[in-house]
């Protein structure tokens, strides 16, 4: 469990990474770059959008993306 919980924030962390540098980001774009399934990629959004590191920027399907909040 603790291994899990490491690669998760390992994850998160790399996704928060990909935005200094590649804006914007979408789930795809995540799912190819890091090789995770896009639903674990969306989850991983939310929760830094939760801890307001970034921005979801449209509401549905290929409109969404995301941004670092400055």
């Known amino acids: 469990i ?3 919980k490491r690669e998760k924030e ?3 962390e790399r996704i928060y990474g990909l ?3 590649n804006t914007p980001l979408t789930n795809s ?3 190819m ?3 995770i399934p896009e ?3 969306t989850r991983y959004f939310d929760e830094l959008e939760k ?3 970034v921005r979801q920027i449209g509401t549905t399907g290929r409109d969404v993306h ?3 909040v400055t």
């Open 39 to 41: 639903s674990t990629a």
């Open 51 to 53: 801890e307001g590191k």
């Open 19 to 21: 935005l200094e540098t």
């Open 66 to 68: 995301y941004e670092r």
């Open 29 to 31: 774009h995540v799912e």
């Open 10 to 12: 390992e994850d998160k």
């Open 33 to 35: 770059m890091l090789g």
């Open 2 to 4: 603790e291994r899990q």
